[in-house]
Nanobody, 125 residues
Framework: VQLQASGGGLVQVGDSLRLSCAASSRTFGRPVMAWYRQVPGKEREFVAGINWGNGGRMYYAESLKGRFTISGDIGKKALYLQMNSLKLEDTAVYYC??????????????????WGQGTQVTVSS
């Protein structure tokens, strides 16, 4: 599986941005996919996830609920992240991950089998 994240860029505080992640795989199934973010010197942080094996159930980092919205299209093997009201602290490299494990905990980075290359989001004042 290869994951290609895109949509990052330089925006101002309060702006919106939509990230996309395209998966290329012969077999896709119903995996768990998620967005994480990372800033230098810190661990990768869970942002939001979707479990297609569980009816598309969505999960969010509590601190980001209401501003970020995850969605996906299983037919297109695509994952999206709509980010609104961006803040300076949202600046990070955003990664999409995919897991085919059973009993995945979406917020546990070690549960993911594949990661995309990341897309930089920079929020400026």
């Amino acid at each position: 599986v290869q994951l290609q994240a895109s949509g990052g860029g330089l925006v101002q505080v309060g702006d919106s941005l939509r990230l996309s992640c395209a998966a290329s795989s012969r077999t896709f199934g119903r995996p768990v996919m998620a967005w994480y973010r990372q800033v230098p010197g810190k661990e990768r942080e869970f942002v939001a996830g979707i479990n297609w094996g569980n009816g598309g159930r969505m999960y969010y980092a509590e601190s980001l609920k209401g501003r970020f919205t995850i969605s996906g299209d299983i037919g297109k093997k695509a994952l999206y992240l709509q980010m609104n009201s961006l803040k300076l602290e949202d600046t990070a490299v955003y990664y999409c991950g995919l897991s085919r494990k059973r009993d995945v905990v979406p917020s546990r980075a070690t549960d993911y089998d594949y990661w995309g290359q990341g897309t930089q989001v920079t929020v400026s004042s």
